[in-house]
């Protein structure tokens, strides 16, 4: 099956660290990260998506971060 995340935080080392968790967990960069401002926060946070091949079949109780 393919799966598809899409990771945000904080414009932090955070962002980072969760993104390089994911890759080092087999996931792909899927596009190019994106920026938005926060309104209610206040800071910019960022997006980036990610995509991965996994065996098994898709269903919507897959826990995505878990594979």
Do not use: I
């Not at 990260?33 to 065996?55: F, H, L, S």
Request: proline fraction near 4%.
């Amino acid at each position: 099956m393919k799966l598809y995340r899409l990771l945000t935080e904080e414009d932090t080392s955070a962002f980072c660290h969760k993104v390089t968790d994911a890759l080092n967990k087999g996931w792909e960069l899927y596009g190019s990260p994106t920026y938005a401002w926060d309104e209610a926060k206040g800071v910019m946070r960022c997006g980036q998506a990610v995509t991965k091949e996994a065996p098994g079949t898709y269903t919507p109780e897959t826990k995505l971060g878990q594979q």
